[in-house]
């Protein structure tokens, strides 16, 4: 029980799957009573043991450790079936014909199948127990495979969810928007490079601060008390619809911008993403395109009085 404790400990300290099955399959080999041993995982094609962690006890070995590690033998029939398999007389039995020459003696091996999702990913191998294994090592040596695969399947979710999270970070970095993100109580918890640029401030210099920095003074107060009642009620009626405002740069200067809101729970509390775009260029654009409709407008006024003008003359003719 004692070791099984610690071995599940194991599995809740390391994030890294061979650190925490190194100290998993060294806890098992302690109270197996083995004297050498292996942590491997199948190679993505699955025609190879790929050794992540070998103790071999200071036994003699002169095979490259480099060389590639077939499924084949014993090791293919723990792989094969899911189950622990071993063998007593192992120095004497037909699976020596599968060791490679200068391989260290063993006399008996035990292999216990990692096993993640129905599939045998991994094997944890041990070897030279005096007087053999026996059925209750395979079962107690079954519970630390399972540890095994745990830590393995955490290591690889922590690190599908770390990519995952490059990912995200690099898109919202790299995005010409402005993104910004803000926890219940409106303080900013993400700042991209965009926002810097379209704001004047630095992630440094917003990130743990309040939004209503970048915010005119008059229109605080209805921002701090509509964040408030989404918090309070769940309800906001402009998350999802994109709505035109005004923001403040850093140097004191007003601006029109373009909000994108999107809201998000966690157990850690509510939380809200926008995407800003200055809309600086366009508003100057439209103002431009309808002074030069009213100049068109009145131009075509103009020259309407003048044609009438000229047409009153010609009857007078």
Not at 72 to 77: C, D, H, I
Not at 241 to 269: C, D, H
Request: proline share 3%; aromatic share 6%.
């Amino acid at each position: 029980i004692a070791a099984l404790l610690e071995a599940a400990r194991a599995v809740l300290e390391h994030k890294e799957f061979i650190p925490a099955a190194q100290a998993i399959f060294t806890t098992c080999k302690n109270l197996l009573g083995a004297t050498v041993g292996y942590v491997a995982l199948l190679s993505p094609d699955g025609n190879q043991n790929e050794v992540v962690y070998l103790d071999s006890s200071g036994l003699p070995c002169t095979v490259d450790p480099s060389l590639p590690m077939p499924v084949r033998g014993l090791r293919a029939e723990a792989y094969r079936t899911g189950r622990v398999v071993f063998n007593n007389e192992f120095a004497d039995s037909e699976w020596m014909r599968f060791m490679p020459e200068g391989h260290a003696r063993l006399d008996n091996v035990l292999f216990t199948p990692l096993i993640v999702g129905g599939k045998v990913l991994g094997l944890l191998g041990l070897g030279n127990k005096r007087g053999g294994f026996t059925e209750e090592d395979a079962r107690l040596s079954t519970a630390f495979g399972d540890l095994a695969a745990v830590a393995l399947q955490n290591s690889r979710m922590l690190q599908s969810l770390e990519a995952s999270e490059e990912r995200f970070r690099s898109v919202v970095q790299t995005a010409s928007d402005a993104i910004i993100s803000i926890n219940g109580h409106g303080n900013v918890v993400s700042w991209n490079n965009a926002a810097e640029a379209v704001f004047g401030y630095s992630a440094a210099e917003m990130i743990g601060r309040p939004l209503i920095r970048i915010l005119p003074d008059r229109f605080r107060k209805a921002h701090e008390q509509a964040l408030q009642r989404v918090v309070a009620t769940g309800q906001a009626g402009s998350v999802g619809r994109m709505a035109e405002l005004v923001g403040r740069r850093a140097n004191g200067r007003e601006f029109p911008l373009e909000l994108s809101l999107a809201r998000w729970k966690t157990a850690e509390g509510m939380f809200f993403t926008g995407i800003v775009r200055d809309i600086t260029e366009r508003k100057k654009a439209a103002e431009a395109l309808r002074r030069m409709n009213q100049e068109l407008e009145h131009r075509v006024q103009e020259r309407t009085a003048e044609l009438s003008k000229l047409n009153e003359q010609l009857r007078a003719e």
